[in-house]
């Protein structure tokens, strides 16, 4: 049986001819049914445009996917005509997406928006019971009230579970997540994952669960990849990654996480920035920032090894 979600050696560049810029670059990734996989980088990194193209929702043109493939239950989404994309958003992928105060449309009530996509999946279920059902499943209180609230009446967190009940009104197998905790205070940031923990053994569903937070990886995740200037630099069980991180990129980051309970000084951060697209340095593309850079690092792009058993890093230093 082919895992849920495969993506392999995908490159995709924005732009044409001698403009073209690549700013996925060989992008390999694989998620099993009932696994929750954690995307992990700082900004800039490609984590959102991995997600986007798992469903083709990147405008084409600029984008254009150069090689590899994206396979849904074993089904080239990059073969797909428009219908069979039609019924992969949201159908079989189901996203959460960045900022929802951005996301909903704030002219449309929340009922409004809600029956849109059981409409489109699941004509026979959009009727109002069924949606109130949805609030009452992400925790929102007086659904029948909601119902007929605009976004703005609503506040950040209750905002974010009407993105997941309209994420999850399709019944999707696989929920794209993207950053659903951003602009969020910690304690609705815990509600959410703690959501989203629940309705994946609840539901059965997988999750791609993108975050620039390791801080979060912990508790949620069944394994992680680390994606910088457009590459997964290292993807292994998220228990074993967070013992014993071989990259040094993937080091840095978890440095400069607080620790509870721990008396730490200041914080480190991580020297310079991510490269633009386009920009990206000669050989290892992390090199320029790289605390412990060996004289090679400038000179041969690394290959993604498998390091360890069921692990994966680019980088020949990795001991």
């Not at 219908?83 to 449309?105: C, D, H, K, W």
């Not at 009446?153 to 950053?179: F, N, T």
């Not at 920009?279 to 000179?299: E, N, Y």
Request: glycine share 8%; hydrophobic share 40%; aromatic share 4%.
């Amino acid at each position: 049986m082919p895992p849920l979600l495969e993506i392999q050696d995908l490159k995709l560049e924005f732009g044409t001819g001698s403009e073209a810029l690549r700013a996925l670059d060989g992008v390999s990734l694989v998620l099993e049914e009932g696994q929750t996989l954690c995307l992990v980088g700082e900004s800039g990194c490609g984590k959102s445009v991995t997600a986007l193209s798992i469903a083709q929702l990147l405008p084409t043109p600029p984008a254009r996917y150069v090689g590899g493939r994206i396979l849904v239950n074993g089904h080239n989404v990059l073969e797909m005509d428009k219908g069979s994309l039609r019924r992969i958003r949201g159908g079989t992928v189901g996203y959460i997406f960045q900022e929802p105060g951005a996301s909903l449309n704030p002219v449309y009530r929340v009922g409004e928006q809600l029956i849109e996509p059981l409409r489109l999946h699941r004509p026979a279920a959009a009727t109002e019971k069924e949606m109130v059902e949805l609030l009452k499943l992400v925790g929102i209180p007086e659904p029948e009230l909601r119902l007929r609230d605009y976004p703005h009446q609503l506040s950040g967190g209750m905002q974010q579970r009407v993105m997941i009940a309209m994420a999850l009104a399709a019944q999707p197998k696989l929920l794209i997540a993207d950053e659903p905790t951003t602009a969020l205070d910690v304690t609705i940031q815990a509600q959410i994952l703690e959501l989203l923990r629940d309705l994946k053994h609840r539901l059965g569903m997988s999750i791609l669960l993108i975050t620039h937070n390791l801080g979060i990886v912990g508790d949620i995740a069944d394994r992680v990849a680390v994606m910088y200037a457009g590459q997964v630099v290292e993807e292994a069980p998220a228990d074993q990654l967070l013992r014993r991180p071989m990259h040094p990129y993937t080091r840095a980051l978890m440095r400069s996480v607080p620790e509870l309970g721990r008396e730490m000084g200041r914080l480190e951060a991580i020297a310079g920035t991510v490269p633009a697209v386009g920009a990206f340095p000669s050989g290892c593309r992390f090199h320029p920032r790289c605390p412990v850079v060996q004289p090679d690092c400038s000179q041969k792009a690394p290959a993604l090894i498998e390091a360890e058993p069921a692990c994966h890093v680019r980088c020949p230093h990795w001991k």
